[in-house]
Structure formats: C-alpha cells, structure tokens
C-alpha cells in the first residue's frame, strides 16, 4: 500500500442557490494518477480550487503527507508542492514562454538560466519549445506544454490537470500520456479531471467519480467498462442518436479556393479551403483549436466577406454578401461563443430570438418588431428543444451553457434553414442535453438540409457526420467519408503532433 | 517673417520645458495602462496637481514642496477612481471623464485666490562642465532638475517594465486579469497601485505647469494637455521610448508654432496653433501602422475575482 499524499475529509462548499460540492472525501497515494470523473456542473472545477486554494470550503478539512492543509492562496498552495494546469485563462499571449513560466513561479531564476531549464526540462520529458516564443503564436497543444512545463519546474508533489485533452491531435494526447507516465513513475500524483471515460481507462490507476457535487464511487477504471463509468457519471441512460438512412441531394454550398488573411495578430488566415456540401449531409470538419475554425465560421456566415465567387449557395455566388443577405438566401449559423457571439447575455430569450429569426420568421412589419410573434418563436424554440428557463424573458446570460446552447441552435434550425453552420455545437453541455443537440441536427439533415459541424470533439464528429475534413493551420484536408476512418488517420489528417517535427530536426 | 529672431538653442531648450508635463503625465498614464486599467482623469489629475503644487510653493515659499504636495494631491484623487472602479466595479470610461471634471472644478475652486499672483520657480540647475559648453549646455544641461527628473523616469520605467519581476507582474495584470488571478496575484492591489504612480506623475506634470513653464495660476491652463498625453500613450504603443518621442514631438511643435508666430509667419494663427496636435497624431500614427500595436488585453475590462 503505497503512502497517502492528499486526503480530502467531508469538503463542502456552496454558491448561493446552489451546492457545488457535498460531503466529497477521497485519498491520492504518491506517484498514482487519480482521475476526477463527472459531467459539467458535477462540482469538479471547484473541488480542485479548493485543493489548489481559490476557493476556500465551507466545512471540510485536507491533509497533505498526514499535515493539516489549508492553502489560503495558490502561492501556498504551490509552495507545498500542489500545482495546476488550467485549460483556460492562464497563459498570457503577449508575453514570451520564459515570462509566462516565471509568472508561475515563486522564486523565478535569471532569464538566461530559466530559459536554459526550460529547454532541459521539456527535452527531458519530450516537450519541445522554445523559450522566447510569443505564447500568442502557439498551437493549443504547445501552449499547454508551456504550463505544464512551468509544473515540472517547481517542486512537484501532486499536479492537477483540468481536462488537459480536449485541444489535442490523437497523436498529441498520445506525448501527453507518455509524459505523465513517465510522472508518476517518477512519483509525482496526478489528478486528472475529464469526462473522456476511454482516456481515463487508458491512462488512470484510481477513479472518484462526482455526480451532482456528491461523490458517488471511487473505483479502478482499467477493471470497469466504459458503459459503467459513464452511468456512474451520469445516472441515468441516455438515447444515442438514432442512425438514418443516406439519401443525399444536390449540392446546396460550394465552397472553393477561399483564402482569407487572419482577422487579428493571433488569428488564422485561410488557405485555399474548398469543399461541398450536399443536400441531406453532414459534414463534420474537426481539428484542434485556433486552426481557423472561427474563421472559416465567420467566412460562411458572412461576417467576414470572402474572395468573390468562393462560397456558393444553391448556385448563387455569395461571397461578396453580409449575414443578412446570407440568411435569407438559407445560409444560416451558430458560432462558437454563446454569449457575446450566438447571444447577446443581457438580452431576453424573445429579444435574442429577434436577432437572427426577424427577416426569416417575419416577427418585424414595417420597421417595428411584432412581440406577440417574437414571443411565441422564443416559445416555440424552449418548448421544442427543451429550453430550461423560468420564461422567455429571462436574460439569455442567466441561463446555465447547456440550455443556451438549446436555444441558439434551436433558433436556427426552426427557422428551417437549407444550409446549417454550427461551431461547436455541444461544447460545454452535459450528456443529455449534448445528445439531444446532434438528434435535432441528424433530423434537420434528414429533411434535406446541408448541415456543417465543426468541432473538437472528434467522438461526436464520428456519431453525427457522414463525411470528415480536418482543418490544419487553415488548411482543409481531403474530405473522406467517416466510415473507415481511424483514430490514427484522424490524427495525420489534423496535423499530426504539432512542432514535433521541428523538434526532431533541432 | 523674421527667422532670425528664433535662437535655436533657446529654441530647444524651451521645447525640454514646453515637453515635460506632458511627458510625466503620459508616462504615469501609460503604467495605469500597461497594468490594465484606462484612467481617462488625467487631465483633472494634472490641473489638480497644478493648483496644488501653486497653491503650496505660494504659501511655504518652497517649490520642492509645491512638487510632492501636486504628486500626493492627485495620486490620491487617482486613489478614488481606483477605488470606484477597481473596488466599486464602476464603469471606468464613465469614471475617468467624471474625475476630469471633478478636477476641473475643484482646482477653479482651490485657486481662486491664487489667480494673479507669481510663484517661486525651481532654480536651473548649474551643472559644472557640462553646462560650461558652447551652446549645448546652454541648450542641453542648464534646466532645472524636473527635466532631468522625467527623463531618468523614462528610463526607470522602461527598466521596470522589461527587466524587473514586479514590471513583469504588471504586465501580466494588464494581459489577462483571470490568468493572473489564477496564479494567485493580486491584481486589484497591483492596480491599484499602478493607478497611485499615475496619479503622482499627472500631478507633477501639473505641476510643471503652473510652477516653471507658466509659471502662474489661471483657470483651465492644461488646456487639453491631459487629453494629449493619453493619445500619445495610445499612438506610442505602450512604449516609454516612444512615449518620449512624442511628448517631445509635441512640445517641440508647440513651441515652433509659437516661435512662429511671434516672428509674424504668414500662415493662419489658427492653423499654427492646431499644428502641434495635428502633426503629434500623425507621425505617432505613421509610427504605430507599422507593426504590433500591443495594447493590453485586458485594457479597460473590469476584473472581478468571483470565480
């Protein structure tokens, strides 16, 4: 039986109106790697705060090696050894790698010798990167070798992992995991937070499985089934989308030889994209993040004005045309970004349903907008699709991700659009909701609409598409149909394992 | 017109004098800036700075402490902006315009009884060698030691920014308020400080003013220079070096137009005095087109540590 490192006795804690953890105990040995399993809301995020010191627990106690352990900040909690790596809001682009790892650290060496320990240690563990690179002109995947990196430099006892997966090539998870084995060989603890059961089966010696901010089982994943894990996770059984039979029409949207500049400096330009989407279709474009998939959503939707005779609408070149005229020609989107982007948070559901569905569902006459007809389209799309919401007048940033997400693509897909652009349609919903997001989609392509997914969930890509691009540094790969494809083929197709070419070569 | 009434090397030296208000202002503001906050007060800071650095030099006859009473008075009427915005989670853009006015009209208040009457000025200062050269010293090294004070200033922030680890936390602060949050900094402290040296150096530029380039009290005399230190800011890219170019740039064309004038150039009075800002903003521009602007990211969005 190997020592107890952390040991977490009755943490509670809870947020107005809701409690985010109850009564959750569970121990991490030295060197394993604890995985920390649950669906969004499940209390995860702020059970690794309150380890990692951002959140302090409102009954409850930790012990770190059987000492009583109470991190007020994350200094403490780093200075003990305890340290993280956030999937978000934690890299600043504008500076270096060296500055960004400095920021980690308590007492930062000189920048030459940090740079040269930064070489060291991420040659060491097969990380390659340079130190004086903007953070800004990272891939996803190199960026969190920047944090990771800045982990493996302090005094390491227990480092946490906050879904380090989801911006990763196949190829890229497979470094990843080598990385940590080599870790916890080295007897460093790893908590890793995800909802990918099939990696926490590859990669994790022990579960604690978190439903509803309780823990509900902690248990050896090599010895369960992925069936198990996720009914543990989730509760209950959901549906899987039900498979249709194919019958494509004609071609609804061309695009060729689009090329765009990148929007901003960190941006990605287009290059040369083309494809075509049939009538009845999905088609799933997939690739890590910040390789243009922003882009080329605002390059179809129309924000963005593309090269003329580069998108084509049943025929119709549509390229030099804004939103507006995108959308009453049948062209419509979800981007990425719930609110701010899709929504506007302040903004009622019936005030947001205006936004897009005013021409198409003609809630506005002669300059005003008819509210008895907005009202019942915002009715519609939350009875339809499940909206949960105290009523349709409630700010559309009220309403937790999952059902805003219902009713931002709710609100296209009842405005019976021939062609769909959606952006991460799923990204941040729970389990159920995010099944009944792909069955709305596979229905709407069933009535003959050309729909476009793109997203970073590859599993969903699988499960809803009919034929896979990969986008790569804004390139577009070679469209090939989903079946017959395999994980590795996916991963060459988006890219491979970024810089790890160059690395070879340096 | 009469050119040979301009004597170059009077003409150089009274553009270090007519540049340094500006440029301790637009320094203090580019620190508030670059730590991610936009404080739109500078010209109420540096007008209150002004009054009460007259107001003291007049009463305890010594400049020195005219300059430090200017420097804590507006710092810690920055304080209050930080506190609103920063603590209260007020609009800053709203706030900022709020404090220009509040300065405006607080220092009319304060300096009623002062208007009309002459301060002690900051001796030049004589420096031995230096200022013994023909011409250039002269020029060069015969100011008082406010000039030399805001130039060394220029270099002290640039270092700090660069090379220091508390300029390093700064920035970060500046870039992403929520990363920072999450490594454990204080980034409502930090910015608040920040806001304090802004605050201090908007003073002392207002101080400039009213106790060596005027050096007199009258209602309103910033006259927008507030307002030109927070474009030069913007237009230097967040860069010291560069914010000295332009506060130079600026005061060299105000005092040229106004060399100008007095030697009876046959161009519009109005367009001379338009020059200064017309030709700052222009070249500033030309400057920044070409490569990374550089903003702060985090520039102007308010921080809240709820999550």
């Known amino acids: 039986m190997a020592d107890t490192l952390l040991s977490l006795r009755g943490l509670t804690k809870a947020y107005p109106g809701v409690v985010a953890n109850d009564d959750v105990s569970f121990d991490i040995r030295a060197g394993e790697i604890h995985a920390l399993l649950g669906e969004n809301g499940a209390g995860k995020s702020t059970l690794v705060k309150m380890i990692y010191g951002l959140v302090k627990p409102d009954r409850g106690e930790m012990s770190l090696l059987g000492a009583p352990y109470a991190p007020s900040e994350p200094k403490a909690a780093r200075a003990l050894g305890v340290s993280m790596v956030f999937q978000h809001f934690s890299l600043f682009n504008a500076l270096s790698v060296a500055e960004n790892v400095a920021l980690g650290m308590e007492k930062p060496p000189r920048v030459g010798d940090l740079a040269r320990q930064i070489r060291e240690v991420s040659e060491m563990y097969g990380l390659p990167l340079d130190p004086f690179r903007i953070v800004g002109t990272l891939s996803a995947g190199e960026r969190q070798r920047v944090e990771i990196i800045r982990c493996l430099l302090q005094d390491r006892r227990l480092l946490i992992m906050d879904e380090p997966t989801s911006v990763l090539t196949p190829q890229e998870v497979e470094i990843l995991f080598a990385t940590l084995r080599k870790l916890s060989a080295e007897g460093t603890a790893i908590l890793y937070i995800s909802h990918k059961l099939e990696e926490i089966r590859a990669l994790c010696d022990h579960a604690t499985i978190l439903r509803l901010g309780k823990k509900v089982a902690t248990c050896t994943p090599a010895e369960s089934t992925a069936r198990q894990l996720g009914e543990l996770m989730v509760g209950t059984s959901f549906a899987a989308p039900a498979s249709r039979a194919q019958a494509t029409g004609a071609v609804l949207l061309e695009v060729t030889a689009l090329s765009l500049p990148a929007p901003d400096a960190f941006g990605t330009p287009l290059r040369e994209i083309a494809f075509q989407v049939k009538a009845g279709e999905v088609l799933g474009l997939g690739g890590v993040a910040g390789n243009g998939q922003d882009e080329l959503l605002a390059a179809l939707s129309g924000e963005r004005l593309a090269p003329a005779g580069s998108v084509t609408l049943k025929g119709r070149d549509v390229s030099r045309t804004g939103p507006m005229a995108r959308r009453d020609a049948g062209l419509l989107s979800a981007p990425e970004e719930r609110l701010g982007h899709a929504a506007a948070p302040a903004m009622s559901l019936v005030e947001n349903g205006v936004l897009t569905a005013a021409r198409r569902e003609g809630l506005v006459s002669g300059g005003f907008v008819s509210w008895a007809k907005a009202r019942s389209f915002a009715e519609r799309v939350i009875r339809e699709f499940d909206v949960r919401t105290p009523s349709p007048d409630t700010a559309a940033g009220a309403l937790s991700g999952g059902n805003l997400q219902k009713f931002v693509i709710g609100r296209e897909i009842l405005q019976r659009p021939d062609v769909l652009v959606v952006n991460q349609p799923t990204w941040g919903v729970d389990a159920a909701a995010a099944a009944a997001i792909r069955q709305a989609l596979l229905d709407l392509a069933a009535k003959g609409a050309a729909i476009i997914v793109i997203s970073q969930d590859l599993d969903e890509l699988m499960e809803i598409s009919d034929r896979f691009g990969a986008l790569n540094e804004g390139r577009l790969s070679r469209i090939r149909p989903v079946s017959g494809l395999d994980m590795e083929q996916i991963g060459l197709m988006m890219g491979g394992a970024h810089g790890m070419e160059v690395a070879q070569v340096a | ?307």
């Open chain 2, 1 to 307: 017109m009469d050119l040979s009434s301009i004597n170059p090397a009077l003409l150089i030296a009274s553009i270090m004098i007519s540049a340094t208000p500006i440029l301790l202002a637009a320094l203090g503001e580019m620190v508030v800036e670059k730590a991610g906050v936009l404080n739109l007060g500078v010209e109420g800071m540096m007008i209150t700075g002004a009054v009460v650095g007259f107001a003291t030099a007049v009463s305890t006859g010594s400049p020195t402490l005219g300059f430090m009473a200017a420097a804590l008075a507006s710092a810690v009427l920055s304080l209050s902006f930080g506190l609103l915005t920063q603590v209260m989670l007020s609009n800053q853009v709203a706030t900022g315009l709020g404090l220009t006015l509040v300065g405006l009209g607080l220092s009319s208040l304060i300096g009623k009884p002062y208007e009309g009457m002459k301060s002690p000025t900051l001796p030049k200062l004589d420096i031995p060698l230096l200022g013994d050269i023909p011409v250039l010293g002269r020029m060069l090294f015969s100011h008082d030691a406010m000039v030399y004070i805001s130039l060394l200033l220029v270099l002290a922030v640039w270092a700090f920014l660069k090379y220091t680890r508390a300029g390093l936390i700064l920035r970060a602060v500046g870039e992403s308020h929520d990363a920072a949050h999450a490594l454990g900094y204080k980034v409502v402290r930090i910015r608040l400080m920040a806001i304090f040296f802004g605050g201090a150096c908007a003073g002392l530029g207002g101080a400039y003013l009213s106790l060596v380039r005027v050096p007199q009290w009258t209602e309103g005399m910033t006259s927008g220079a507030g307002w030109i230190a927070l474009a030069i800011v913007v237009f230097a890219s967040w860069r010291a070096g560069r914010v000295l170019i332009g506060a130079y740039l600026f005061g060299g064309v105000t005092v040229l137009q106004l060399n100008l004038q007095a030697a009876g150039a046959r161009v519009p009075v109005e367009i001379l005095s338009m020059s200064p800002y017309l030709i700052t903003i222009l070249v500033l521009v030309i400057i920044s087109a070409r490569g990374v602007h550089g903003a702060p990211a985090s520039l102007g969005r308010p921080f809240h540590a709820s999550s």
